[in-house]
């Protein structure tokens, strides 16, 4: 990320801090979604959700955080609350920790993410650990992933409409390119929201999905039931 935009997010104020969290990992949470399927992530992921510091930019459906969040942003504001990138860019921007766990809002994670990805960081080339979901996508996902949080905000520049490319296929190709390793684990995580929810969530401001995605999806259909 570049240092200037990252200078320019920097918040006036800061909410609240849980001074007793693990200060290893930062969760990075930008919100964009129902208050219910809130409530389904906070229930799934509660023992993270309190053992970590957490930083939150709410754009619609988040308020059920705070309780949890050492920083805590409501905003209406397009630049950094509509975009995922900017939103994420505002957020990663903010972590001082060692490391980032990168989280969307719609994602329940598996029982000991956490502790079985931190042991792949003793692979010095190693930027990243990522899981796919539970229904298959075709690649790693980079809502559930967790970073070295230097690496990461030196690398993240993600904006759809700038790179035409889906946040994942965009970003596990920057690491490679800098000749990092994006690692897996034999897990998966649980996705709340089906790709057709995630479509008609885009055209309110999060745009989890893009062409390359429906692409590959529609070529496995078209393989599978119509030839």
Same mark, same amino acid.
């Given at each position: $990320? ?14 609240? =801090? ?5 200060k290893?990992i930062t ?5 964009? #979604? ?7 992530f906070?229930? *799934?992921?509660?023992e993270?959700l ?9 754009r619609?459906?988040? #308020? ?17 609350? &509509?975009p ?6 505002? &957020?990663?921007?903010?972590v ?5 766990l990168?989280l969307?809002?719609d ?10 990805? &931190?042991?792949?960081? #003793? ?7 990522a899981?796919?979901?539970?229904n ?8 559930p992933s967790? %970073?070295r949080?230097?690496?990461?905000q030196?690398?993240?520049? %993600?904006?759809l409409w700038?790179?035409r ?5 965009? $970003? %596990?190709g920057k =690491?490679? *390119? ?6 897996t684990?034999?897990? !998966?995580?649980k996705h &709340? !929201? ?5 479509? *008609?969530?885009?055209? !309110?401001?999060?745009l989890n ?8 999806l ?5 393989r !599978?039931f119509?030839?």
């Amino acid at each position: $990320m570049d240092p200037k935009n990252r200078t320019s997010l920097k918040p006036r104020a800061c909410a609240r =801090v849980h001074f007793d969290k693990d200060k290893k990992i930062t969760i990075a949470l930008p919100v964009f #979604e129902d208050p219910e399927i809130v409530a389904k992530f906070i229930d *799934g992921n509660k023992e993270i959700l309190e053992k970590y510091p957490l930083i939150v930019i709410d754009r619609n459906g988040g #308020e059920a955080l705070k309780e949890y969040a050492s920083f805590y942003r409501k905003t209406c504001c397009p630049t950094i609350g &509509l975009p995922l990138g900017s939103s994420r860019g505002f &957020l990663i921007g903010r972590v001082e920790t060692e490391f980032t766990l990168n989280l969307d809002v719609d994602v329940l994670l598996p029982k000991h993410f956490v502790k079985e990805s &931190l042991k792949k960081f #003793e692979d010095p080339k190693v930027a990243v650990v990522a899981l796919d979901y539970e229904n298959l996508q075709g690649h790693l996902a980079f809502g559930p992933s967790i %970073w070295r949080t230097e690496i990461l905000q030196n690398l993240y520049d %993600w904006g759809l409409w700038k790179t035409r490319k889906c946040e994942c296929i965009y $970003m %596990w190709g920057k =690491v490679r *390119g800098a000749k990092y390793k994006v690692e897996t684990l034999g897990m !998966r995580a649980k996705h &709340l !929201r089906s790709v057709s929810i995630l479509i *008609g969530q885009g055209k !309110r401001g999060f745009l989890n999905c893009s062409w390359n995605i429906l692409s590959r999806l529609y070529t496995r259909f078209k393989r !599978r039931f119509l030839v």
